[in-house]
């Protein structure tokens, strides 16, 4: 990869200033002499093209039934990625889909897009053009700043709505071994821990719904790609993004060729110390991760119907800062938000984990009787009293005999108070919590609109009224402060029509009401987006 981008003016090559003293560090460490002089196996015939036998050990731990797509964006990697998953796939009769994502950020963009849908053409590869139409349905205006990750989020939308679409169950990506040491060092200088360390995952299994992500070139160096492509005799497209500077992976790019080298045997060494390093934090991450999940199994309880948990909060106090900061994680990513189709998805930073944790040591030893509570994204942690989780099933029963427990839920906002219109037959999500659909029963018909807003103390004495099994309803197992983050339908004058989780429903001889909590957060999720695209042309009107 690197020895083609001599032709560079050096005024391309500044790497970004925070990084450029760990590469120096690293040059000088990897100068000395406890290296051969050969280079690493890894890097061995680089100029050979990758064949079937070698790619079909790339793809050992892929599923072997169902249709396979690439994320074809014309280079080199992507185009020898489609040619062997072509071979591939015709070998075993399974169906292959070349996607092709044009963002409009160029003017030559739709031409090139035009141009590589020809070249899988001619080869029979079934391929379709997917265009990004920036400021139109669901998608935002075109980006001025966060581009580069604006554009992939609107990518793989694109690319997962094309596999649901034609039935794809994976979709292949073409990461190479270099992309995966610029993640690497560009996480490094942002202070990952175990987990953005470990790099990018060959295969992401369920990585939206059944779908599965997988890296297959994740180990194998970008001058395989390209010699597999003159293999082939197959021309691929150069996009001049990759030379722009103002973004950080390209400095981090092109910093690595000018401090390092990355055509020397000093640059194939730091590179098989980095691949090195990411294997340690692989092994660090499979220690803690299983202690998450023990912790998870043992010492929680989780209710998917009305989205909470219960921690021992003397078992969470225990655990060691790494341990509970994804075990904090894990459940933000359970009942936080969705990401946006106009903004980019935001990991979880360690520091405000860290600062989560604090404040929950405060509460554990705050002596007041009162509970306290503290929110991050969305998820309130809260202190719990024994009267309020006494209700607790079977599996979790010992969490009922402690007297203090933390209680995690949804934090309820001040628009979750406001009347939010629901359409009949359509999934509403409500608060990025619920979905929620009424379906009228044959020949019947609404007078009146409805809509969706939190339970609010104003409406207990309405369900009292409706049904004697209210009281009953209330204590299964939901504690007192989870029922105002549940969803009730009302009409315009505020007036309780149904509370679903209470199956309360004064309509009932109309209509019914299908409510289902939302998925675990994912990249996508087709009902936001219709969901989105339904409320732009509502605004139009």
């Not at 970004?16 to 002499?33: E, G, W, Y």
């Not at 980019?344 to 009787?369: T, V, W």
């Not at 509570?373 to 202190?383: A, C, E, H, R």
């Amino acid at each position: 990869m690197f020895k083609t981008l001599t032709h560079l003016h050096s005024r391309y090559i500044t790497p970004p200033p925070r990084i450029l003293p760990l590469l120096v560090h690293l040059k000088r460490k990897f100068s000395t002499n406890a290296f051969n002089d050969e280079k690493p196996n890894l890097f061995a015939n680089l100029d050979k093209p990758i064949n079937k036998d070698e790619f079909e050990q790339l793809m050992e731990g892929v599923s072997s039934k169902g249709p396979i797509a690439v994320g074809l964006s014309g280079g080199s990697d992507s185009i020898a990625l489609s040619l062997l998953l072509n071979d591939y796939c015709k070998e075993r009769k399974r169906d292959f889909f070349s996607f092709i994502v044009d963002h409009k950020m160029r003017e030559e963009s739709t031409r090139e897009a035009q141009t590589v849908s020809a070249w899988m053409t001619e080869r029979g590869i079934k391929n379709e053009i997917l265009e990004v139409r920036w400021g139109e349905d669901v998608f935002p205006a075109k980006p001025a700043t966060k581009i580069m990750a604006i554009c992939r989020l609107v990518r793989y939308h694109l690319l997962i709505d094309a596999c649901e679409k034609y039935g794809v169950n994976i979709l292949a990506v073409g990461h190479h071994l270099y992309d995966q040491a610029e993640t690497f060092l560009i996480r490094l200088q942002r202070c990952s821990g175990i987990d953005g360390l470990c790099g990018m995952a060959k295969v992401i299994p369920n990585y939206y719904r059944s779908i599965t992500l997988i890296r297959p070139f994740i180990s194998s160096p970008k001058e395989r790609m390209i010699s597999t492509c003159k293999e082939y005799k197959q021309a691929y497209v150069t996009d001049p993004t990759n030379n722009d500077t103002s973004y950080t992976r390209n400095l981090v790019r092109f910093g690595l060729y000018k401090v390092m080298g990355l055509d020397s045997k000093i640059g194939y060494n730091i590179l098989s110390g980095i691949i090195n390093c990411m294997r340690h934090m692989k092994a660090a991450k499979t220690v803690v991760y299983s202690e998450v999940r023990s912790f998870l199994e043992k010492y929680t309880y989780y209710n998917p119907l009305y989205i909470f948990y219960f921690f021992d909060f003397e078992a969470f106090m225990a655990l060691s800062p790494p341990v509970a900061y994804r075990v904090l994680s894990a459940v933000i990513q359970t009942l936080g938000g969705i990401s946006k189709v106009n903004s980019p998805s935001h990991a979880l930073r360690a520091k405000k984990l860290e600062r989560l944790r604090e404040s929950i040591i405060k509460i554990y030893h705050d002596q007041d009787s009162r509970p306290k509570g503290t929110v991050l994204q969305g998820t309130l942690f809260q202190s719990c009293s024994t009267k309020l989780h006494r209700k607790i099933p079977s599996k979790s029963q010992n969490l009922a005999l402690k007297a203090k427990v933390l209680m995690v839920s949804s934090e309820v906002s001040k628009q979750c108070l406001e009347l939010d219109p629901i359409q009949v037959d359509e999934h509403h999500l409500w608060n990025e919590l619920f979905f929620i659909q009424i379906k009228l029963h044959p020949d019947e018909q609404l007078t009146e609109p409805l809509y969706i807003r939190a339970l609010k103390a104003s409406d207990q004495n309405k369900m009292k009224i409706i049904t004697r099994e209210y009281k009953s309803h209330f204590l299964i197992p939901q504690p007192t402060p989870i029922q105002w983050s549940l969803p009730v339908i009302v009409n315009a004058k505020d007036e309780l029509i149904a509370a679903p989780h209470f199956e309360v429903n004064t309509l009932s001889h109309k209509m019914d009401i299908v409510i289902s909590p939302r998925a675990k957060p994912q990249i996508w999720m087709d009902m936001v987006l219709e969901l989105e695209k339904k409320k732009k042309k509502n605004k139009k009107r």
